[in-house]
């Protein structure tokens, strides 16, 4: 099965819009199976613009039942809120019950030190809190996001009885940068594949592009979505069929775009 997936990645040149530090095992693992692989950041974080709401959170952790994470940056976020405020996060949410989106933010919570008690099948944040109905009905839920996040899960949480308190851990903020750089880069190097992590990244590239012309470039090049949310926001900039990963890990991403061209690879082979 590896020996297959790399030979349909063997010299594609794919551009992924996560910064250097956020993708390092995703770039190895994508260059080991011959890709080139051509970073180009769209969004960057940073942090709260106002502490307070987190910090209070953060002190009466003990008081909710459940904490939703829906991204590895909600951790991260929180973890070095918590080593700033002179405890670990894990220590502070040791009553809590935990609850994530995928293995990927899974295993950010589980390097923080905190105990998972369950994690989504559906692989998205309105797919966690139904598949928890009963569990949160009633329930105090706390959910520390982006300033970006979309609305539907706390909409969700609300709808099946649970009390949310929804925190600004970190903020999504556009990559700062040369425009037309970016454009020259996705236009000019023959680019095979673009991986989008988030609906704030497919806007981005919306906004650099247009949707027109992002809609043409989608016969030549692939649009790769991380998750059915980030998917969705494509299918809105008019990119109909993305290929999308089922969870955010780095072999979910890579199986997910070896697959796409092994298929076509495929259906080429039974036309001819």
Same mark, same amino acid.
């Given at each position: 099965?590896?020996?297959?997936?790399?030979?349909?990645?063997?010299?594609?040149?794919?551009?992924?819009?996560?910064?250097?530090?956020?993708?390092?095992?995703?770039?190895?693992?994508?260059?080991?199976?011959?890709?080139?692989?051509?970073?180009?950041?769209?969004?960057?974080?940073?942090?709260?613009?106002?502490?307070?709401?987190?910090?209070?959170?953060?002190?009466?952790?003990?008081?909710?039942?459940?904490?939703?994470?829906?991204?590895?940056?909600?951790?991260?976020?929180?973890?070095?809120?918590?080593?700033?405020?002179?405890?670990?996060?894990?220590?502070?949410?040791? =009553?809590?019950?935990?609850?994530? *989106? +995928?293995? %990927?933010? $899974?295993?950010? #919570?589980?390097? @923080? /030190?905190?105990? !998972?008690?369950?994690? =989504?099948?559906?692989?998205?944040? *309105? +797919?966690? %809190?139904? $598949?928890?109905? #009963?569990?949160? @009905? /009633?329930?105090? !839920?706390?959910?520390?996001?982006?300033?970006?996040?979309?609305?539907?899960?706390?909409?969700?949480?609300?709808?099946?009885? @649970?009390?949310?308190?929804?925190?600004?851990?970190?903020?999504?903020?556009?990559?700062?940068?040369?425009?037309?750089?970016?454009?020259?880069?996705?236009?000019?190097?023959?680019?095979?594949?673009?991986?989008?992590?988030?609906?704030?990244?497919?806007?981005?590239?919306?906004?650099?592009?247009?949707?027109?012309?992002?809609?043409?470039?989608?016969?030549?090049?692939?649009?790769?979505?991380?998750?059915?949310?980030?998917?969705?926001?494509?299918?809105?900039?008019?990119?109909?069929?993305?290929?999308?990963?089922?969870?955010?890990?780095?072999?979910?991403?890579?199986?997910?775009?070896?697959?796409?061209?092994?298929?076509?690879?495929?259906?080429?082979?039974?036309?001819?």
């Amino acid at each position: 099965m590896r020996a297959k997936a790399r030979g349909a990645l063997e010299g594609k040149r794919v551009v992924v819009t996560r910064a250097a530090e956020q993708c390092a095992e995703l770039c190895r693992e994508l260059e080991s199976r011959g890709c080139k692989v051509i970073l180009l950041p769209l969004v960057r974080f940073g942090p709260p613009e106002d502490f307070a709401p987190l910090d209070a959170a953060l002190g009466e952790l003990a008081k909710f039942g459940w904490i939703f994470l829906t991204s590895a940056n909600a951790v991260r976020a929180m973890a070095e809120r918590c080593e700033t405020l002179g405890r670990t996060l894990a220590q502070a949410a040791a =009553a809590a019950r935990i609850a994530v *989106v +995928g293995p %990927a933010t $899974e295993q950010a #919570a589980l390097k @923080a /030190g905190l105990k !998972v008690s369950y994690v =989504a099948t559906a692989q998205h944040g *309105v +797919g966690l %809190a139904e $598949e928890l109905s #009963a569990e949160v @009905a /009633g329930a105090t !839920v706390l959910l520390p996001r982006s300033d970006r996040a979309n609305p539907a899960l706390p909409e969700a949480l609300r709808r099946l009885g @649970a009390q949310v308190t929804e925190v600004t851990a970190y903020r999504t903020l556009a990559e700062t940068g040369d425009e037309r750089k970016k454009i020259r880069v996705i236009e000019n190097c023959a680019v095979d594949a673009i991986l989008l992590f988030s609906p704030s990244a497919v806007h981005h590239l919306r906004d650099l592009l247009g949707a027109e012309r992002m809609g043409r470039q989608a016969g030549r090049i692939v649009y790769a979505a991380i998750g059915p949310v980030t998917a969705a926001a494509l299918r809105e900039c008019g990119i109909a069929e993305p290929v999308v990963a089922s969870d955010a890990s780095v072999a979910g991403i890579v199986e997910a775009l070896a697959g796409f061209w092994e298929a076509k690879s495929g259906a080429g082979a039974r036309q001819a």
